[in-house]
Structures are given as structure tokens and as C-alpha cells.
């Protein structure tokens, strides 16, 4: 179940890559700092839980194609079990509070650069 989450949780990132990766061309511009920007949706150089949250519910509602609130293996090739939304919601915030090493609420570049590659990256092919 765990391995799933992650995975599942990690597509949040591989979303936000792709999709700020299309509009950005300078080479040093990573998929990282794509996904960081896009998140830090008020462009504070810092990410809210509230953002993160959001970001990734958002990916969640994305796979689930049926709607019914569980993304399972038909919706997401490597889902071993299950997920719904509640066992997603606990995923991101556990990951959340780990990556907030001075446990100020956000993540400022940083932390999100240097935090394990856990469920909203790893999607994304992110292995550090």
C-alpha cells in the first residue's frame, strides 16, 4: 500500500513537470523547478501545504478516469493496491512534514530540492 502511494502521489510531480516543462526553454530550468513554480501558485519562493494539496489532489482526480474517488490498477499502471483519496490526502501530508526540515509550514527551494524523492516526485523518474 505505501509503494503505491508513492507512486500514485508522485505522479503530482511528473504532472507539473510536463506541464510547466512545455513553456519553459532555458536548459537549467529543471523539471524540479518547473514543479516547484507551478505549485508555488502565489510565487512566494515557498510551498504552502495548501498548494502541495491541492497540486495533488488534482493529480489524483486526473487518474481516477471512473470517478468513483479510488485510483486502482486499471487507472494507473502501477498501482499494486487501491488508493483513495484519504489514504492520498495522509501520503502528502507525511511526505509534506518530512520535507519541512525547519518546520516553518512551507518548502522553500531547498528543502524541496533536497528532500527524498517520495510521492509527488518519484512519477516523474526522479531518482536524485
Not at 510536463?18 to 505549485?39: E, K, L, M, V
Not at 478516469?65 to 493496491?81: F, Y
Amino acid at each position: 500500500m505505501q509503494r503505491t502511494l508513492i507512486v500514485i502521489a508522485a505522479c503530482v510531480f511528473a504532472w507539473g513537470t510536463a506541464a510547466s516543462a512545455a513553456t519553459q526553454t532555458s536548459a537549467a530550468y529543471t523539471g524540479a523547478h518547473a514543479t516547484f513554480d507551478q505549485i508555488d501558485g502565489n510565487s512566494a519562493g515557498r510551498i504552502s501545504f495548501e498548494e502541495y494539496r491541492n497540486f495533488g489532489v488534482g493529480v489524483f482526480h486526473g487518474l481516477d478516469a471512473n470517478h468513483d474517488g479510488i485510483v486502482d490498477a486499471k487507472e494507473h499502471a502501477s498501482a499494486t493496491t487501491d488508493v483513495d483519496i484519504v489514504a492520498f490526502n495522509a501520503a502528502l501530508r507525511s511526505w509534506f512534514d518530512s520535507a519541512d526540515t525547519n518546520k516553518d509550514g512551507y518548502l522553500d527551494w531547498d528543502e524541496w530540492s533536497a528532500a527524498p524523492v517520495g510521492p509527488a516526485r518519484s512519477a516523474a523518474g526522479e531518482t536524485k
